[in-house]
């Protein structure tokens, strides 16, 4: 594995799709496909090189475990493709503002996927300080 993969999530492949698929006025429908595409990408990159997510301390067990693989979300898309073609920062604006309308119309995660479907966040044990009893 080379070094910086673990973090990696822009490999070649993936902007080589980017700029092939590079119109800044798709439709949502086509965005969400191009994030699926991209997503699914970089899954099998990952899988077929054998990257290990990086490793993360947390601070509740003192110890060390792996992060949650990296996804593309749809803003990441957003900001690929006025990273990687000619799109304008205006278009790139306009996109995102028509994505962030249709995910609250929608009720969709970061990752077009209905927010329902996604488990909810793991909740951190409340921890409260007692005063000297006495």
Known sequence: MASGDAQKVWFPA???????????????????CLRDQLDTTLQMIRQSRQI?????????CQ????AAPPRVSVRATILALGRYTRATASEVQALEKQWNRYRRQHQLDRNGQPEDAAPPPRQRPRVTKRGPQG
């Not at 700029?19 to 800044?24: F, S």
């Not at 110890?63 to 792996?66: E, I, L, P, V």
């Open 14 to 32: 993936l902007i080589a799709i980017v700029r092939q698929a590079g119109d800044p006025a798709l439709s949502i429908d086509a965005l969400l």
């Open 63 to 66: 110890a060390r475990h792996r």
């Open 52 to 60: 290990l997510p990086a490793l993360m301390w947390c601070p509740h």
